[in-house]
T-cell receptor, first 109, second 116 residues
Framework: GQSLEQPSEVTAVEGAIVQINCTYQTSGFYGLSWYQQHDGGAPTFLSYNALDGLEETGRFSSFLSRSDSYGYLLLQELQMKDSASYFC??????????FGSGTQLTVLP | NAGVTQTPKFRVLKTGQSMTLLCAQD?????MYWYRQDPGMGLRLIHYSVGEGTTAKGEVPDGYNVSRLKKQNFLLGLESAAPSQTSVYFCASNLGDSGARAGELFFGEGSRLTVL
């Protein structure tokens, strides 16, 4: 089976940097994705790492270490609109994703 | 470009009733998925399809059936609804390539189902 662990809640202030960690146990690992979801709306794709290292997309970066079964999402210059749930997810052979339980990020003014 | 469209968006059923959720995508994606999301939890995969005419079971397939008769459509059926199937259902699609965006799923807005 597959399992992922991420913190349930994170709080930070506007303008700060926050890191959301994700550890996983899986068979047949193809990649680690990150998604953002506002108030039960449609999840939206943030990033995908198939290889070790850091991927940067604007204020968001994602890191993967396959040997440690570990990844993180880094959010810089936090804005109020970044308050949302963030999910890590591992990919299977058919791109099907197994999601973690999500991290609720609260950005304070 | 509508992306992924789900219908209906809301539905209330009585225990034992049947219904079908429709997912349509206009991006010519090969892979399609049905997930459910319960309060405070991540999304759990119900069934998926890797192409027209194919379906496969996900993590929580019991009580659901699916069909992919056309590439652009993926139907989720509940034959005899139970209160435990009260949830938000999300459909998603993926291009099916192996590039940098292989892990990118495009989601619909969700279908909120209540079973009384």
């Amino acid at each position: 089976g597959q399992s992922l662990e991420q913190p349930s809640e994170v709080t930070a202030v506007e303008g700060a940097i926050v890191q959301i960690n994700c550890t996983y146990q899986t068979s047949g690992f193809y990649g680690l994705s990150w998604y953002q979801q506002h108030d039960g709306g449609a999840p939206t794709f943030l990033s995908y790492n198939a290889l070790d290292g850091l991927e940067e997309t604007g204020r968001f970066s994602s890191f993967l270490s396959r040997s440690d079964s570990y990844g993180y999402l880094l959010l810089q210059e936090l804005q109020m609109k970044d308050s949302a749930s963030y999910f890590c997810a591992v990919s299977g052979s058919a791109r099907q994703l197994t999601f973690g339980s999500g991290t609720q990020l609260t950005v304070l003014p | 470009n509508a992306g992924v469209t789900q219908t209906p968006k809301f539905r209330v059923l009585k225990t034992g009733q049947s219904m079908t959720l429709l997912c349509a995508q206009d991006m010519n994606h090969e892979y399609m998925y049905w997930y459910r999301q319960d309060p405070g939890m991540g999304l759990r995969l119900i069934h998926y399809s890797v192409g027209e005419g194919t379906t496969a079971k996900g993590e929580v397939p019991d009580g659901y059936n699916v069909s992919r008769l056309k590439k652009q459509n993926f139907l989720l059926g509940l034959e005899s609804a139970a209160p435990s199937q009260t949830s938000v259902y999300f459909c998603a699609s993926n291009l099916g390539d192996s590039g940098a965006r292989a892990g990118e799923l495009f989601f619909g807005e969700g279908s909120r189902l209540t079973v009384l």
